[in-house]
């Protein structure tokens, strides 16, 4: 009864502090068109919805959102009484002068103006006393100084320059179905096939009896006696060191990140290389053509050398060093998500757990490292962000301050996820690239779980239906439809 007590408790401070608010930083896009609304280009833009007048209403597409002429008079930055007529177009000012955003936005709306574009340069932006009650109905947006440069150049190749401004929405991508599928195939295939050993043929696998390493023992005799107070707090130990390890390398990333990042990108490509070794080597082995060898002596011993089997090592080296030298480039993300896959398949049948009960240790203490690692670290840490986002964004990163959107460029980033771009055309990708992702983690840990549940139903129930080793790959692929 304590326990169940202590285990609501917990799961109240969760929620407690899963519910802390963070300010919102929200992007959006104009886009620049010539006069016969032909599009010449497209910017990112980020806003505060709490600068536009309640009445303001958000378009979502570019064809449903209002086109204002870009005003290309005398030069206007807001914080002097303005006399020029601006009525019913857009403005672009810089965020020079010493007034505050509020002034700005509220001479500008007096004028007439319908779109304010501030372009964030080296100047100071002042917002803290924007609300509300500052504005009419004209929606103010930020650019960077990079697009601001786009713009004026646009405006001296076109006759007349407009711009509209709307809120794209990502929809459902397919890239969701594409990574459910991959945790689902790595679960059930890497689960299967630590039960046979390493370098079969595939024709070997019809024909060969399936059963667990060595390493699984089960007590099946009548004269075993409960485990004792020793032996759970080994397991208990063993546990605790597993997770301490985790915890070790989250904190030597987060510390030293531009330092431990190369060491774990080594990491995968040694692990990838790995699994993809032992995913071909089944299909070269089937060849006829590749069984030939070399017979040499060494150490007044014959010594026989497969040519394939040492092509096939480079080979995958190869493609490790091919992702590592284009690591940066958008187009390789195939590469990185199968190398990805080769990482899951070659841990989920090459490190089987020996009983149950570390399964289940290693699980709650997993547990109480999320939660610590994610929702109380923020409370410790300088800029607010939490160490296990810290070190998955890439330390370089900070915590989002409201400001004008920056230029993406790529940064050095852990490869421990499969990430997949959307699939579908979304102008916000002007803003960045959008991916979705799952830690490896994710696929890794319950793979764990799911290949001792194959090893107990070859034990204990050889050669009939793996109803546990089935019920936790349908319980797996339930919990992952109900998480996307």
């Given amino acids: 009864q304590h326990t169940f007590q202590a285990m609501i408790w917990l799961l109240l401070f969760i929620i407690k502090l899963s519910e802390s608010k963070e300010q919102t930083i929200y992007h959006g896009v104009i886009a620049a068109s010539d006069t016969d609304e032909t599009e010449v280009e497209k910017f990112c833009v980020t806003f505060d919805p709490d600068w536009f007048s309640?009445?303001?209403?958000?378009?979502?597409?570019?064809?449903t959102a209002a086109r204002f002429e870009v005003y290309g008079g005398s030069s206007i930055n807001g914080c002097s009484p303005i006399t020029s007529v601006i009525e019913d177009k857009a403005i672009i000012i810089q965020d020079t002068g010493h007034c505050s955003v509020a002034d700005r936005a509220a001479r500008l709306n007096q004028a007439g103006a319908r779109l304010i574009v501030?372009?964030?340069?080296?100047?100071?932006?002042?917002?803290?006393?924007?609300?509300?009650?500052?504005?009419?109905?004209?929606?103010?947006?930020?650019?960077?100084?990079?697009?601001?440069?786009?713009?004026?150049?646009?405006?001296g190749q076109s006759e007349t320059l407009y711009l509209s401004f709307y809120l794209p929405q990502t929809k459902f991508d397919g890239n969701v179905i594409v990574i459910y599928a991959i945790c689902i195939f790595c679960i059930v295939a890497g689960s299967y096939w630590s039960l046979y050993p390493q370098h079969m043929k595939i024709s070997e696998f019809w024909t060969t009896t399936p059963k667990p390493p060595i390493r699984l023992v089960?007590?099946?005799?009548?004269?075993?006696?409960?485990?004792?107070?020793?032996?759970?707090?080994?397991?208990?130990?063993?546990?605790?060191?597993?997770?301490?390890?985790?915890?070790?390398?989250?904190?030597?990333?987060?510390?030293?990140?531009?330092?431990?990042?190369?060491?774990?990108?080594?990491?995968?490509?040694?692990?990838?290389?790995?699994?993809?070794?032992?995913?071909?080597?089944?299909?070269?082995?089937?060849i006829s053509f590749f069984h030939f060898r070399w017979e040499i002596l060494f150490r007044g011993k014959d010594r026989k050398i497969f040519p394939y089997k040492v092509a096939l090592w480079l080979l995958c080296f190869c493609v490790a060093i091919v992702w590592f030298a284009n690591r940066h480039v958008l187009s390789i993300w195939p590469l990185q998500v199968g190398m990805g896959i080769c990482v899951c398949l070659n841990i989920i049948k090459s490190v089987p757990l020996p009983n149950l009960k570390i399964i289940a240790i290693i699980m709650v203490m997993l547990f109480v490292y999320d939660i610590f690692f994610v929702f109380i670290t923020p409370y410790f840490t300088k800029d607010g962000m939490s160490i296990m986002e810290k070190v998955a964004t890439g330390a370089s990163s900070n915590k989002p301050v409201f400001d004008a959107p920056q230029d993406y460029s790529p940064s050095e980033q852990i490869p421990l996820s499969v990430k997949i771009p959307y699939l579908q055309k979304c102008d916000i990708k002007v803003c960045a690239p959008i991916y979705g992702m799952i830690g490896f983690g994710d696929i890794v840990i319950p793979g764990l779980l799911t290949a001792y549940c194959a090893y107990f139903d070859t034990l204990a129930h050889p050669g009939e239906t793996k109803w546990y080793y089935i019920i936790s790959c349908i319980a797996y692929a339930s919990g992952l439809r109900s998480r996307t």
Avoid: W
Avoid at 137 to 149: E, R, Y
Avoid at 225 to 246: A, D, L, T, Y
């Fill in 54 to 63: 309640s009445q303001y209403a958000y378009a979502l597409t570019e064809e």
């Fill in 118 to 155: 501030i372009a964030r340069t080296d100047g100071s932006l002042n917002v803290t006393d924007v609300n509300i009650s500052n504005f009419t109905s004209a929606p103010i947006v930020l650019i960077n100084s990079n697009s601001l440069v786009k713009i004026t150049q646009l405006e």
């Fill in 218 to 286: 089960m007590h099946t005799s009548e004269e075993d006696q409960p485990e004792s107070k020793g032996s759970i707090c080994s397991n208990v130990i063993f546990g605790g060191f597993i997770v301490g390890i985790m915890a070790t390398m989250l904190l030597l990333l987060y510390f030293a990140y531009k330092y431990f990042v190369y060491v774990f990108m080594g990491l995968f490509c040694v692990i990838s290389s790995t699994g993809m070794y032992s995913l071909l080597f089944p299909c070269f082995a089937e």
